[in-house]
């Protein structure tokens, strides 16, 4: 949940998709966090289409295998008919059933494309072995099922460019090699294998397409969620989705037994420099100021948002070290640190923060709506005593109803 802008990385200011990336797109790999978010992706986008192509294939092998038993291929001797039927049904099936097993189950999907791409090369090559049987035997047409074969593992099955070229190498390679090995004519296995080398040729291109596309449209989709779910002028998160993480992060501190800690930040006398200054000096100040919290937000689970106007929220999941008041009160010093000048702060002669801190523990009898209100009745009270200090509220208070800071006792 990285709170800082460099989340936006790919994009350009006005929204369009900057020149590295494109480059990143026509390369078919990305930076390494990107590539592996993009991989799962395009996997649940590739995932329907392998399961009902896959079972379609394996529909048709047996049903042909079963027209062929009630003599479907008359001019194959009984001694031809056992490997073959061998090989669809104790090759080529189960490599399908094996492809269809990783498309539906969540285990196998981790290991997808290994699986799809290594199962794909046996159906291929138990497919020529029965074609060049069959051609070797005076029946030629049956080398329409590499055709298939080619075009199923190249286009329906939803592997990466680089696993397609692979397989579709390895596929025709094995076409020739077969077809040499039964003894094919030479100009039968020319023409042949121009056929295949084709197919190979056009769907490796598809699929290329088909990726690019795939990847073109992930990043834009990024940028639309990034858009939707930041604020534009500080990019930290915006409120929508601080309510929405909160809710999460605290179901998820409360089935772990952790605590979490929301700290809420308000830049003091913002309005007064804003009337002094200009805004686009305010506007530069929010962007300061977000800067210094998204470093705060440095672990997996803490993130930061603009709460609204000039305040902001932090939140922290299971915060470590002994002085839960550590964090909030180094964000005030880097935020005086900035030193950058305020004439009517009344606070100090440059700008400055007020905070307010509450944490809840393990079991706390408290609500997250409670959580929130008793760091904003903290922020509140540090505005009251003189604004640039931090106030927090300790766990052991947290059964303390909000609205009653005469009985707080504030560090």
């Not at 029946?139 to 099922?145: H, K, N, T, Y």
């Not at 199923?152 to 692979?166: D, N, P, Q």
């Not at 601080?242 to 952790?258: G, I, K, P, V, Y």
């Not at 470590?320 to 009344?346: C, K, M, N, W, Y």
Request: net charge positive.
């Amino acid at each position: 949940m990285e709170a800082s802008r460099s989340s936006l990385a790919g994009f350009t200011e006005s929204g369009s998709i900057d020149p590295e990336t494109k480059r990143a797109i026509e390369r078919m790999r990305f930076a390494p966090e990107t590539e592996a978010d993009f991989r799962t992706y395009y996997l649940e986008r590739s995932l329907p289409r392998a399961r009902w192509a896959t079972a379609i294939y394996l529909a048709l092998v047996v049903v042909v295998t079963a027209i062929n038993m009630r003599g479907g291929m008359a001019p194959l001797s009984s001694s031809l008919l056992e490997p073959i039927y061998l090989l669809r049904l104790g090759v080529s099936c189960p490599a399908l059933i094996m492809i269809l097993a990783a498309a539906v189950f969540p285990s196998l999907q981790r290991h997808y494309q290994w699986i799809a791409g290594s199962a794909v090369v046996v159906t291929g090559v138990s497919v020529m072995v029965i074609s060049a049987i069959a051609a070797a035997n005076g029946i030629p047409q049956f080398q329409m099922g590499d055709v298939l074969v080619i075009v199923y593992a190249t286009l329906f099955l939803g592997l990466l460019s680089r696993a397609v070229i692979v397989v579709g190498g390895a596929l025709t390679i094995s076409f020739v090699a077969i077809s040499t090995y039964f003894g094919i004519a030479v100009q039968d296995v020319m023409f042949a294998s121009s056929v295949i080398f084709a197919t190979t040729l056009m769907s490796v291109l598809s699929a290329l397409r088909v990726e690019r596309l795939a990847r073109a449209t992930y990043i834009e989709t990024r940028m639309l969620n990034e858009i939707a779910e930041r604020d534009g002028l500080s990019g930290l998160y915006n409120r929508r989705m601080f309510d929405m993480l909160t809710s999460r992060l605290w179901l998820q501190a409360q089935r772990n037994m952790e605590s979490l800690q929301v700290i809420l930040l308000d830049i003091d006398h913002f309005k007064a420099y804003n009337d002094l200054y200009g805004h686009q000096a305010g506007d530069n100040c929010i962007r300061q100021v977000a800067a210094i919290l998204a470093r705060a937000a440095r672990r997996p689970f803490d993130f930061c948002a603009r709460y609204g106007g000039e305040e902001f929220a932090l939140v922290l999941y299971a915060p470590s070290g002994v002085d839960p008041a550590a964090i909030p009160e180094q964000i005030r010093r880097e935020t005086l640190a900035l030193a950058i000048p305020h004439a009517h702060s009344g606070a100090a002669k440059f700008l400055t923060v007020s905070i307010g801190s509450a944490l809840a523990g393990p079991g706390t009898k408290r609500s997250l709506a409670g959580l929130i209100q008793t760091a904003d009745e903290a922020l509140y009270r540090a505005k009251q005593l003189g604004r640039n200090q931090v106030l927090h509220v300790d766990s052991s208070q947290t059964d303390t109803p909000t609205g009653a800071f005469k009985v707080f006792a504030f560090k």
